[in-house]
């Protein structure tokens, strides 16, 4: 099976904003070439929502349903969607250097090469893994994964969270349905487009081993 070479590093549990630092931190070592690259996961102390770079809070979030909640929103350095972070979650973070398969500025090839070792992976268990674009990752046609990219100072970061056994209450609460919507999600919400990995089996620890073997 194919591999990225990454080599996995464990990190401290933090609150999901100092994760979210400790990505841009080590982007830019990676970048420097201080790390080797790497592949790493969130072990967080608390909840948040998180915007990706470019969105605006009033679009993608029901701000009050969050504060009244006690969950911070976030906005962090990648593009992608907003999500909500929380137990029933996987977040991941990927950094590798910008060479050889990967180009500057090829952003959903950067998606596709990362993605090609999980495909085998998937595979092995008899389970198809699409890409969506712009950064979505599912089975039979139901999102498992919503993803992120920077490039950076030489640097590549994909970092994205895997659906394990979501709250779907409360992403619902949170998170606005889109008004842009990739085509294969079409006009459907929530709780009939995301998929829960446990309904297929999946732990955080399967999941877990998934990710490091098919990566490092």
């Given at each position: 099976?194919?591999?990225?070479g990454?080599?996995?590093?464990?990190?401290?549990?933090?609150?999901?904003?100092?994760?979210?630092?400790?990505?841009?931190?080590?982007?830019?070592?990676?970048?420097?070439?201080?790390?080797p690259?790497?592949?790493?996961?969130?072990?967080?102390?608390?909840?948040?929502?998180?915007?990706?770079l470019?969105?605006e809070?009033?679009?993608?979030?029901?701000?009050?349903?969050?504060?009244?909640?006690?969950?911070?929103?976030?906005?962090?350095?990648?593009?992608?969607?907003?999500?909500?972070?929380?137990?029933?979650?996987?977040?991941?973070?990927?950094?590798?250097?910008?060479?050889?398969?990967?180009?500057?500025?090829?952003?959903?090839?950067?998606?596709?090469?990362?993605?090609?070792?999980?495909?085998?992976?998937?595979?092995?268990?008899?389970?198809?893994?699409e890409?969506?674009?712009?950064?979505?990752?599912?089975?039979?046609?139901?999102?498992?994964?919503?993803?992120?990219?920077?490039?950076?100072r030489?640097?590549?970061?994909?970092h994205?969270?895997?659906?394990?056994?979501?709250?779907?209450?409360?992403?619902?609460?949170?998170?606005?349905?889109?008004?842009?919507?990739?085509?294969?999600?079409?006009?459907?919400?929530?709780?009939?487009?995301?998929?829960?990995?446990?309904q297929?089996?999946?732990?955080?620890?399967?999941?877990?081993?998934?990710?490091?073997?098919?990566?490092?």
């Amino acid at each position: 099976m194919t591999s990225l070479g990454l080599k996995y590093f464990e990190t401290p549990k933090l609150t999901v904003a100092d994760q979210i630092a400790l990505d841009k931190e080590l982007m830019l070592e990676v970048g420097q070439g201080k790390r080797p690259p790497l592949l790493r996961f969130y072990d967080f102390t608390d909840e948040a929502v998180v915007l990706g770079l470019s969105q605006e809070e009033e679009k993608y979030v029901n701000a009050a349903e969050a504060k009244k909640d006690k969950v911070p929103v976030l906005r962090r350095f990648s593009g992608g969607g907003t999500v909500f972070i929380h137990k029933g979650c996987l977040v991941y973070t990927i950094i590798t250097t910008l060479t050889p398969p990967f180009k500057r500025f090829d952003v959903m090839g950067a998606y596709r090469t990362a993605f090609a070792p999980l495909t085998e992976a998937f595979a092995k268990k008899g389970l198809k893994l699409e890409f969506h674009e712009p950064c979505d990752l599912a089975i039979d046609g139901r999102k498992i994964a919503g993803n992120a990219q920077s490039q950076r100072r030489g640097a590549l970061l994909i970092h994205g969270s895997f659906l394990i056994d979501p709250d779907l209450t409360r992403i619902k609460r949170y998170l606005k349905e889109p008004d842009v919507r990739p085509d294969y999600r079409a006009a459907r919400q929530h709780e009939d487009f995301l998929l829960p990995l446990a309904q297929l089996g999946f732990t955080y620890q399967i999941l877990r081993e998934y990710l490091i073997n098919s990566w490092c």
